[in-house]
């Protein structure tokens, strides 16, 4: 079964949080527009599409945080 559209867009950026993303990228990656694609994202996930990528962002550098020897500006480099 092949995931939903918002799914999708959850691995698409669960795979590229480290990377400048816009929603630009979304609407290049997806060939949909960015209204169509925050409102379906909205819609699966109760937060947008940038809120969904900085919460992944944030878990990422809390999960450094607590578990690397790297310096807090490394961290935040990332």
């Known amino acids: 079964v092949e995931p939903s559209l ?25 060939y949909l527009s960015r209204h169509h694609l925050c409102r379906e994202f909205k819609k699966h996930y109760g937060v947008g599409i940038i809120q969904y990528l900085n919460m992944i962002r944030l878990r990422h550098a809390s999960r450094l945080l607590e578990n ?8 935040i480099e990332k």
């Open 6 to 30: 918002p799914e999708q867009i959850a691995q698409y950026i669960d795979k590229n949080y480290a990377h400048h993303l816009s929603l630009t990228n979304f609407e290049t990656e997806f």
């Open 68 to 75: 690397s020897n790297e310096s807090i500006q490394s961290i």
